[in-house]
């Protein structure tokens, strides 16, 4: 049987996503540093910014951001530092602790936005036209969908709540900080 091999033009192409998955958040790090967040930060501070409260238990947040517990928590202590998250513990459940965005934490996100929207536009959109916008977006959702089988991130659902219970079931969260899945919960 003969060996399994990708063919010239695979290559290229996964060599091309490698690199960028490589060079993007650097980029968008160098690009954000003016207003004194990360891309990993800025991407938390938004979560919790979309959240309902502006809260979200721990582990919800480092499921969305595909971030390890030990990760997310190194973070989440630098964010606190900042003034711009605060730690609260989920009052449904006492094991739990929530990432809460701050005042200072929300104007932070409002104020890198711009910087966010400015530094993905030039690395990544200029030059694309409509067409090749919503050709990157089919693409990349159709690796997505492979890599991402649970839809635990928001682009992946496809009208399904970023938390759905993987098992399909319609149980509310566990705590209030939690999202409740599509169709159920509260």
């Known amino acids: 049987m003969p060996e399994a091999v990708l063919t010239q033009p695979e290559r290229v192409a996964v060599a091309r996503l490698q690199a960028m998955l490589e060079l993007l958040p650097t980029a968008l790090d160098r690009e954000l540093a003016p207003g004194g967040l990360t891309s990993f930060e800025f991407t938390l501070l938004e979560a919790l910014a979309e959240a309902d409260g502006r809260r979200l238990r721990l582990s919800a947040l480092a499921a969305r951001t ?17 003034g711009f998250v605060e730690r609260a513990a989920c009052p449904a459940d006492a094991r739990a602790t929530n990432a809460v965005l701050t005042d200072d934490g929300m104007t932070a996100y409002r104020q890198s936005r711009r910087l966010h929207a400015d530094a993905v536009r030039s690395l990544v959109l200029d030059g694309l036209d409509d ?9 990349t959702f159709a690796v997505l969908t492979r890599l991402d089988p649970q839809a635990r991130f928001g682009v992946t659902a496809e009208g399904r709540s970023c938390a759905a219970d993987p098992g399909g079931g319609d149980e ?10 599509a169709g159920g919960g509260s």
Do not use: H, I
Request: include cysteine.
């Open 66 to 82: 595909n971030a390890t517990l030990a990760r997310l928590s190194r973070v989440v202590t630098a964010l606190e530092r900042k």
């Open 172 to 181: 509310a969260p566990v705590c209030a900080a939690d999202p409740a899945p």
């Open 131 to 139: 067409g090749d916008v919503d050709e990157l977006a089919r693409l």
